[in-house]
T-cell receptor, first 115, second 114 residues
Framework: KAGVTQTPRYLIKTRGQQVTLSCSPISGHRSVSWYQQTPGQGLQFLFEYFSETQRNKGNFPGRFSGRQFSNSRSEMNVSTLELGDSALYLC??????????????FGEGSRLTVL | AQTVTQSQPEMSVQEAETVTLSCTYDTSESDYYLFWYKQPPSRQMILVIRQEAYKQQNATENRFSVNFQKAAKSFSLKISDSQLGDAAMYFCASALVNTDKLIFGTGTRLQVFP
């Protein structure tokens, strides 16, 4: 069974640009969540999607947005990039919402560098 | 609001020995989950162990076990017979039921010496 796949793995952008990150969950998982990991702030929750609906949102500015498609794949977008957006963005999928007790399976992450 | 605190930024242990990583949390909810996740240098996070708050029995997974003290809001991880492959960042996390919104601690870097 394929794991959670995130693309791209690495990317470099400049301030003011926008970026879109993609996440393909494990087959059968309908819940996808996103986390930002930085040395200073640690792991912070961004969003959670289930069946194309955003169920939870973390404390991030409106420049951070996401969506989930009917096949459960998810994308997150960051507009008007700032230096502080440089981070490892982790996607995770789970069976939560389908009666399971909820174990997150993480992807390897997308490393974003903003110059 | 939920919070998770890990007070040990770094820990070290010798191979085959036992080490305990500490975690405290705070929540006003009665039903929640607690987790320990491992993040090796390759970055992919994997679940080590999970505890449902309503269960009094401490969870165990092979060499990994927890000491869950609900009243004290404490959730420590014990690694027995430590192996070189256990070297990683360990994150304690909490989540409410039926949500993937994990609240993570700041992590503990575990070094294992031969």
């Amino acid at each position: 069974k394929a794991g959670v796949t995130q693309t791209p793995r690495y990317l470099i952008k400049t301030r003011g640009q926008q970026v879109t990150l993609s996440c393909s969950p494990i087959s059968g998982h309908r819940s996808v969540s996103w986390y930002q990991q930085t040395p200073g702030q640690g792991l912070q929750f961004l969003f959670e999607y289930f069946s194309e609906t955003q169920r939870n949102k973390g404390n991030f500015p409106g420049r951070f947005s996401g969506r989930q498609f009917s096949n459960s794949r998810s994308e997150m977008n960051v507009s008007t990039l700032e230096l502080g957006d440089s981070a490892l963005y982790l996607c995770a999928s789970s069976l939560v919402g389908t009666g399971s007790t909820g174990e997150l399976f993480f992807g390897e992450g997308s490393r974003l560098t903003v110059l | 609001a939920q919070t998770v605190t890990q007070s040990q930024p770094e820990m070290s242990v010798q191979e085959a020995e036992t080490v305990t990583l500490s975690c405290t949390y705070d929540t006003s909810e009665s039903d929640y989950y607690l987790f320990w996740y491992k993040q090796p240098p390759s970055r992919q996070m994997i679940l080590v162990i999970r505890q449902e708050a309503y269960k009094q029995q401490n969870a165990t997974e092979n060499r990994f076990s927890v000491n869950f003290q609900k009243a004290a809001k404490s959730f420590s991880l014990k690694i027995s017979d430590s192996q070189l492959g256990d070297a990683a960042m360990y994150f304690c996390a909490s989540a409410l039921v039926n949500t993937d919104k994990l609240i993570f601690g700041t992590g503990t870097r575990l070094q294992v010496f031969p």
